[in-house]
Protein backbone atom coordinates (compact mmCIF):
# COMPACT_ATOMS: atom_id res chain seq x y z
CA UNK A 1 0.00 0.00 0.00
CA UNK A 2 1.22 3.56 -0.72
CA UNK A 3 0.19 6.67 1.15
CA UNK A 4 0.50 9.75 -0.04
CA UNK A 5 -0.05 13.10 2.36
CA UNK A 6 -0.14 16.47 0.90
CA UNK A 7 0.38 19.76 2.79
CA UNK A 8 1.28 23.36 2.08
CA UNK A 9 -1.75 24.82 0.85
CA UNK A 10 -3.76 27.98 1.37
CA UNK A 11 -4.03 31.21 0.59
CA UNK A 12 -1.64 33.58 -1.23
CA UNK A 13 -1.99 37.00 -3.20
CA UNK A 14 -1.29 37.10 -6.55
CA UNK A 15 2.28 37.41 -7.41
CA UNK A 16 3.42 35.16 -3.88
CA UNK A 17 4.66 32.29 -3.06
CA UNK A 18 3.77 28.54 -1.62
CA UNK A 19 5.67 25.61 -0.88
CA UNK A 20 4.01 22.27 -1.00
CA UNK A 21 5.13 18.79 0.21
CA UNK A 22 3.68 15.55 -0.38
CA UNK A 23 5.15 12.90 1.85
CA UNK A 24 5.25 8.88 0.47
CA UNK A 25 4.74 6.09 2.70
CA UNK A 26 5.52 2.69 1.49
CA UNK A 27 6.43 -0.74 1.54
CA UNK A 28 9.16 -0.50 -1.18
CA UNK A 29 11.43 2.48 -1.76
CA UNK A 30 10.86 5.89 -2.09
CA UNK A 31 12.50 6.08 -5.23
CA UNK A 32 10.65 3.30 -6.56
CA UNK A 33 7.83 5.75 -7.82
CA UNK A 34 8.07 8.63 -10.18
CA UNK A 35 6.07 11.65 -8.22
CA UNK A 36 3.99 14.14 -10.32
CA UNK A 37 1.50 16.93 -9.46
CA UNK A 38 -1.41 17.36 -11.00
CA UNK A 39 -4.10 20.17 -10.35
CA UNK A 40 -8.00 20.58 -10.81
CA UNK A 41 -10.05 23.92 -10.78
CA UNK A 42 -13.68 24.34 -10.26
CA UNK A 43 -15.51 22.89 -13.23
CA UNK A 44 -12.56 22.31 -15.00
CA UNK A 45 -10.61 18.55 -15.87
CA UNK A 46 -7.72 18.00 -13.59
CA UNK A 47 -4.41 19.00 -15.36
CA UNK A 48 -0.89 17.91 -15.38
CA UNK A 49 1.36 20.59 -13.33
CA UNK A 50 4.96 19.16 -12.91
CA UNK A 51 6.70 15.17 -12.68
CA UNK A 52 10.22 14.38 -10.95
CA UNK A 53 11.84 10.93 -12.48
CA UNK A 54 12.98 8.23 -9.68
CA UNK A 55 16.20 9.47 -8.71
CA UNK A 56 15.23 13.20 -8.93
CA UNK A 57 17.45 13.77 -12.04
CA UNK A 58 14.56 14.56 -14.37
CA UNK A 59 11.51 16.70 -14.26
CA UNK A 60 9.38 17.61 -16.63
CA UNK A 61 6.80 20.97 -16.54
CA UNK A 62 3.61 22.49 -17.74
CA UNK A 63 4.36 25.74 -20.14
CA UNK A 64 1.97 26.65 -17.72
CA UNK A 65 4.82 26.73 -14.92
CA UNK A 66 7.57 26.61 -16.19
CA UNK A 67 9.91 29.32 -14.63
CA UNK A 68 7.42 29.69 -11.63
CA UNK A 69 7.59 26.20 -10.16
CA UNK A 70 10.45 23.94 -9.30
CA UNK A 71 9.92 20.58 -7.43
CA UNK A 72 12.30 18.69 -5.92
CA UNK A 73 12.50 15.20 -4.18
CA UNK A 74 14.45 14.11 -1.04
CA UNK A 75 14.30 10.70 -1.16
CA UNK A 76 16.05 10.37 2.20
CA UNK A 77 12.75 11.67 4.00
CA UNK A 78 10.10 10.23 1.24
CA UNK A 79 9.34 13.43 0.38
CA UNK A 80 9.02 15.73 -2.83
CA UNK A 81 8.63 19.76 -2.48
CA UNK A 82 6.51 21.75 -5.21
CA UNK A 83 8.09 25.45 -4.77
CA UNK A 84 5.73 27.52 -5.95
CA UNK A 85 6.35 31.63 -7.39
CA UNK A 86 4.94 34.39 -8.93
CA UNK A 87 1.72 32.96 -8.44
CA UNK A 88 -1.31 33.75 -10.60
CA UNK A 89 -5.02 33.73 -10.51
CA UNK A 90 -5.44 30.76 -12.53
CA UNK A 91 -3.17 28.81 -10.13
CA UNK A 92 -6.32 28.41 -7.87
CA UNK A 93 -6.96 24.92 -7.73
CA UNK A 94 -6.81 21.67 -5.28
CA UNK A 95 -3.80 20.01 -5.95
CA UNK A 96 -2.71 16.56 -5.67
CA UNK A 97 0.34 14.23 -5.58
CA UNK A 98 0.43 11.58 -7.48
CA UNK A 99 3.14 8.59 -7.42
CA UNK A 100 3.85 6.14 -10.62
CA UNK A 101 5.49 2.90 -11.12
CA UNK A 102 6.86 4.18 -14.64
CA UNK A 103 9.98 5.50 -15.21
CA UNK A 104 10.73 8.79 -17.07
CA UNK A 105 8.88 11.68 -16.43
CA UNK A 106 5.04 10.32 -16.92
CA UNK A 107 2.65 13.24 -17.72
CA UNK A 108 -0.77 11.53 -18.14
CA UNK A 109 -2.48 10.70 -14.59
CA UNK A 110 -3.84 7.33 -15.92
CA UNK A 111 0.03 6.02 -15.45
CA UNK A 112 -0.35 7.21 -11.69
CA UNK A 113 -1.14 4.31 -9.29
CA UNK A 114 -1.65 6.24 -6.69
CA UNK A 115 -3.02 9.56 -5.34
CA UNK A 116 -3.19 11.71 -2.23
CA UNK A 117 -6.24 13.87 -0.96
CA UNK A 118 -5.24 16.83 -2.46
CA UNK A 119 -4.62 20.38 -1.25
CA UNK A 120 -6.65 23.61 -1.78
CA UNK A 121 -3.98 26.58 -2.97
CA UNK A 122 -6.61 29.87 -3.40
CA UNK A 123 -4.53 32.82 -5.22
CA UNK A 124 -6.53 36.13 -4.39
CA UNK A 125 -6.68 39.38 -3.37
Known amino acids: QVLLAESGGGLVQPGGSLRLSCAVT?????????VGWFRQAPGKEREFVVV????????YYADSVKGRFTIARDNAKNTVFLQMNILKPDDTAVYYC?????????????????WGQGTQVTVSS
Open 26 to 34: SGRAFSSYA
Open 98 to 114: AASEHFGVPQDSSQYNY
Open 52 to 59: ISRSGGST
